[in-house]
């Protein structure tokens, strides 16, 4: 049995959005929606461990250590789904 579809009304920048973010995935639009809407309905629980190892982060950064700059972690966001996503590399503290 075929799902049922809607036809939702969106702005032309929103909908080219839309259509080159799932083209980048190879997905249609509505799969990358879908999955879109998983991700915000997701949980996702950090274990005291990784508390402790943000709370030790943002404390460095409170301590003015420096840190990646917005731009190189835009580009490397912007790859994310892509065959040039490269995962980030741990720091040795």
Do not use: N, Y
């Not at 190879?26 to 999955?35: I, K, Q, R």
């Not at 190892?53 to 420096?66: T, V």
């Not at 840190?67 to 065959?83: K, N």
């Amino acid at each position: 049995m075929a799902a049922k579809t809607r036809t939702i009304e969106l702005d032309e920048a929103t909908a080219s959005a839309l259509e080159s973010c799932a083209a980048e995935r190879g997905l249609s639009v509505s799969e990358f929606v879908a999955g879109m809407t998983a991700l915000q309905d997701a949980s996702f629980a950090l274990t005291p461990e990784e508390e402790d190892d943000l709370d030790r982060q943002w404390a460095a950064i409170k301590a003015g250590e420096p840190t990646i700059p917005h731009e190189e972690v835009a580009q490397w966001l912007r790859t994310w789904g892509t065959s040039e996503f490269k995962p980030r590399r741990r720091s040795k503290t």
